[in-house]
């Protein structure tokens, strides 16, 4: 357990469905990630929470809304996805100050097919 | 542009050592991490070199060159447990963390 939580670990869903990522740390850190985990390709960075603001969206398509309620909740809103969206998503907190070197604790992820 | 290179895959057998290199061209550097990964579950951090030289930490070390965009994670006396991805990770000058795809490391009795 690394202190982060995700549901659902895995989701099926067709192309004109709505659905949502759900993610909790534990660990009391002020910023939280969402990335993108395809096979054999480096882990995508999607979007940078910060203290609740949103400070990085890497030109993610709109299909893809995020929400930070407050500093341990992070949401993925899925709208009209594409079967190439399949991938396992990764949530990920970690502590930026005092130093902005501190690791990141992520989650399990959620396996995401589209079909 | 930022990329970092390691091998896609690599075997090797229990009990023995194996070394799974990393090479980097980033704009600025501010540390490297190593995570492990096993199949279906979360990325764990390994390690954190910002100097170089030789970080070990009982059976995993990790090294790092910074004048040579260089750095490896050594991994002795194998276990079955430690089939898993690796992934290095270099942080830019901006503070982003800019992954490598990984190295998938297969242990064989």
């Known amino acids: 357990e690394t202190g982060v939580t995700q549901t659902p670990r895995h989701l099926v869903m067709g192309m004109t469905n709505k659905k949502s990522l759900k993610c909790e740390q534990h660990l009391g850190h002020n910023a939280m990630y969402w990335y993108k985990q395809s096979a054999k390709k480096p882990l995508e960075l999607m979007f940078v929470?910060?203290?609740?603001?949103?400070?990085e969206n890497n030109s993610v398509p709109s299909r893809f809304s995020p929400e930070c309620p407050n500093s341990s909740h992070l949401f993925l809103h899925l709208h009209t996805l594409q079967p190439e969206d399949s991938a396992l998503y990764l949530c990920a907190s970690r502590q930026t100050a005092p130093t902005p070197y501190n690791e990141q604790f992520f989650g399990p992820g959620t396996r995401l097919t589209v079909l | 542009g930022q990329n970092i290179d390691q091998p896609t895959e690599m075997t090797a057998t229990e009990g023995a050592i194996v070394q799974i290199n990393c090479t980097y061209q980033t704009s600025g550097f501010n540390g490297l991490f190593w995570y492990q990964q096993h199949a279906g579950e979360a990325p764990t951090f390994l390690s954190y070199n910002v100097l170089d030289g030789l970080e070990e930490k009982g059976r995993f070390s990790s090294f790092l060159s910074r004048s040579k965009g260089y750095s490896y994670l050594l991994l002795k006396e194998l276990q079955m447990k430690d089939s898993a991805s690796y992934l290095c990770a270099v942080i830019d000058s901006n503070y982003q963390l800019i992954w490598g795809a990984g190295t998938k490391l297969i242990i064989k009795p």
């Open positions: 929470y910060n203290f609740k603001e949103q400070t």
